[in-house]
């Protein structure tokens, strides 16, 4: 569960950083 945990973090960074990219 600590491991899934990190992974939602980890797959919301990358949506997050992939969308501050298309906006610029």
Do not use: E, N
């Given at each position: 569960?600590?491991?899934?945990?990190?992974?939602?973090?980890g797959d919301a960074?990358?949506?997050?950083?992939?969308?501050?990219?298309?906006?610029?």
């Amino acid at each position: 569960t600590t491991a899934s945990t990190q992974a939602l973090k980890g797959d919301a960074r990358k949506s997050f950083m992939s969308d501050c990219l298309k906006k610029k």
